[in-house]
């Protein structure tokens, strides 16, 4: 869901040879429609229009607009299962199979050089797309630069914008070594960088400051994630102002939505891309486009995956992978979500915790699994 359009229109001109005549500009709204205030009301919302009197016409018009434009059905959704999400009971969810994780010291010497070229071969040959999820600003690390500019303290001074570039160049010359006869051709992977309303023009003014990093320019597509309100505990909307919503990126889970909605899974499948690989941008030690891992997912024949970290106690503040239901698919639970008992539960046969691996947002996917979870969140916004 992109950010709505704060453009208004103020009137086309149109000239003819001796005169120019111009349409009025629209009239501001006096009172908020009947039929607004009834479908605000069908979702609990209807105290946006609280100092509705104290506004001015231009304001008035601009909040009734800022209303229009929300996809209301959608983010009721989203909320209410949000606020369902939280004290989940034990029974609602199970540990993950031990056999569905594959563990760094579980794996062979031979395992591990089939992976590694397996995937060097898949990236060659053009089938990988890397997508790094960059929407956010770094707030919290005392900025309000997209968080990839941030300037980690290493002696070098690179951004993690430029290492993370420099390591996908990296892997495109160890993929074309892969071929040992004939001539070596270059290796191109395409990086698609997911911004936000409140990153893009910052990003995309960074990376063309830095010459991309050394990556050709046509080899990066930047798109936008869309917004949501930003609400209460109790789910009510919150205003920024009194005429207008305060909203914030839709979360790394926008990604399907925004790739879909800028055509971008098209453009995968233009270039011939059957796999992606997909991180967040604040973690300095990822492996972008690794092709163990790769080399793995192809493998095991899986639609989608996910690098975990097995969690170090249980109060750690991190969001953990589980079964949703008696053998039900595969979930993240977030930390807030655990309550005590099932934070510290212990597996009897491994002494560890039993829902110990840890999401840190290092995933691959099919290119048909995103199709498919794109189409279905569209179909679920109808």
């Given at each position: 869901?992109?950010?709505?359009?704060?453009?208004?229109?103020?009137?086309?001109t149109l000239t003819a040879t001796t005169t120019a005549v111009t349409s009025p500009p629209p009239m501001a709204v006096s009172s908020p429609r009947q039929a607004l205030v009834e479908r605000l009301k069908d979702y609990g919302q209807e105290d946006i229009f609280s100092l509705w009197d104290e506004l001015s016409p231009d304001e008035k018009d601009f909040l009734v607009r800022d209303i229009e434009n929300l996809d209301l059905p959608r983010i009721d959704r989203i909320?209410?299962?949000?606020?369902?999400?939280?004290?989940?009971?034990?029974?609602?969810?199970?540990?993950?199979?031990?056999?569905?994780?594959?563990?760094?010291?579980?794996?062979?010497?031979?395992?591990?050089?089939?992976?590694?070229?397996?995937?060097?071969?898949?990236?060659?040959?053009?089938?990988?797309?890397?997508?790094?999820?960059?929407?956010?600003?770094?707030?919290?690390?005392?900025?309000?630069?997209?968080?990839?500019?941030?300037?980690?303290?290493l002696p070098s001074g690179k951004s993690l914008f430029q290492i993370q570039a420099e390591r996908i160049l990296c892997v495109q010359r160890l993929a074309a070594q892969v071929v040992t006869e004939g001539p070596v051709r270059p290796v191109t992977i395409h990086w698609y960088i997911m911004t936000?309303?409140?990153?893009d023009e910052a990003t995309r003014k960074y990376f063309s400051s830095h010459k991309y990093f050394g990556l050709e320019p046509d080899q990066i597509s930047f798109f936008q994630q869309g917004t949501l309100p930003c609400v209460t505990k109790d789910g009510k909307f919150i205003m920024e102002t009194p005429f207008s919503l305060a909203k914030a990126p839709d979360g790394n889970g926008g990604v399907y939505a925004a790739l879909k909605c800028s055509r971008l899974l098209e453009d995968m499948a233009s270039?011939?891309?059957k796999y992606v690989d997909c991180y967040g941008v604040d973690n300095v030690l990822v492996r972008v486009a690794d092709p163990t891992f790769l080399g793995y997912f192809i493998d095991k024949g899986a639609a989608s995956a996910a690098k975990v970290v097995?969690?170090?106690?249980?109060?750690?503040?991190?969001?953990?992978?589980?079964?949703?239901?008696?053998?039900?698919?595969?979930?993240?639970v977030e930390y807030s979500e655990l309550d005590q008992s099932m934070a510290s539960a212990i597996n009897q046969r491994t002494g560890r915790l039993q829902y110990c691996w840890s999401n840190v947002c290092l995933h691959m996917f099919t290119l048909d699994f995103l199709n498919q979870v794109a189409t279905g969140l569209e179909k679920d916004s109808v």
């Open positions: 869901m992109r950010e709505p359009s704060m453009e208004r229109e103020n009137g086309t909320i209410r299962c949000s606020l369902h999400s939280q004290g989940l009971p034990v029974a609602a969810i199970e540990p993950v199979p031990e056999n569905w994780v594959s563990t760094v010291d579980g794996r062979t010497m031979e395992d591990r050089e089939k992976w590694w070229k397996m995937g060097l071969k898949t990236i060659y040959e053009g089938k990988l797309g890397v997508v790094l999820l960059s929407g956010g600003q770094g707030t919290r690390l005392g900025s309000s630069d997209p968080k990839g500019c941030f300037n980690i303290g936000s309303p409140f990153t270039r011939g891309i097995r969690k170090a106690y249980p109060q750690e503040q991190v969001g953990v992978f589980v079964r949703r239901g008696k053998g039900g698919p595969l979930t993240v």
